[in-house]
């Protein structure tokens, strides 16, 4: 059976207090939640996150120092990774903060040896989830050698159907 990667993708949230900055960088810099152009979006980012940082900070502090997303997520993979047996290996996706996409894509790349696709397909998750600005329910399959595209979230079939004309 050929190898699996399952892409586990989510907000992110600061390991450590020295994150915690950047973080909220991150995440007021997204068009999706700040929607003015650059560079005032990176100003005003710049901004917020600046002003923000100390309280969050304290925020941290009193569960821990850093969120408890990553530990959450990784400790969900290794349960799905138990489940499905050693042709399927889970990775984890970030959105804010590490480890990021184009991390997880290079990790994806060094253990499937059909890694073109795999990429290919974790890029097309991603441009797919913008577009629709769909949180969750984007499921995919990525084989070797075949075309198959993400099945279609909520937002997506939405979508299509509000398109297609009606019979009457």
Same mark, same amino acid.
């Given at each position: 059976?050929?190898?699996?990667?399952?892409?586990?993708?989510?907000?992110?949230?600061?390991?450590?207090?020295?994150?915690?900055a950047p973080f909220l960088f991150n995440l007021f810099n997204d068009r999706a939640i700040i929607t003015?152009?650059?560079?005032?979006?990176?100003?005003?980012?710049?901004?917020?996150?600046?002003?923000?940082?100390?309280?969050?900070?304290?925020?941290?502090?009193?569960?821990?120092?850093?969120?408890?997303?990553?530990?959450?997520t990784e400790a969900q993979a290794r349960a799905l990774d138990a489940a499905l047996g050693p042709d399927?290996?889970?990775?984890?996706?970030?959105?804010?903060?590490?480890?990021?996409?184009?991390?997880?894509?290079?990790?994806?790349?060094?253990?499937?040896?059909?890694?073109?696709?795999?990429?290919?397909?974790?890029?097309?998750?991603?441009? $797919? /989830? =913008?577009?629709?600005? @769909? !949180?969750?329910?984007? +499921?995919? %399959? &990525?084989? *070797?050698?075949? $075309? /198959? =595209?993400?099945?279609? @979230? !909520?937002?997506?079939? +939405?979508? %299509? &159907?509000? *398109?297609?004309? $009606? /019979? =009457?």
């Open positions: 059976m050929a190898k699996t990667a399952v892409v586990l993708f989510n907000l992110g949230g600061p390991d450590g207090p020295d994150a915690v003015l152009p650059q560079p005032l979006r990176w100003f005003l980012a710049r901004l917020i996150s600046g002003c923000r940082a100390t309280v969050a900070r304290e925020i941290y502090a009193k569960i821990g120092g850093g969120s408890p997303l990553l530990a959450n399927y290996r889970c990775f984890i996706a970030m959105r804010y903060w590490h480890p990021f996409s184009r991390e997880t894509v290079r990790e994806v790349a060094a253990w499937q040896p059909t890694a073109s696709s795999s990429c290919r397909s974790i890029r097309n998750i991603r441009r $797919r /989830r =913008r577009r629709h600005r @769909c !949180a969750t329910g984007i +499921a995919h %399959r &990525a084989r *070797s050698g075949s $075309r /198959r =595209r993400p099945l279609p @979230c !909520a937002a997506t079939r +939405a979508s %299509r &159907a509000s *398109s297609r004309p $009606r /019979r =009457r």
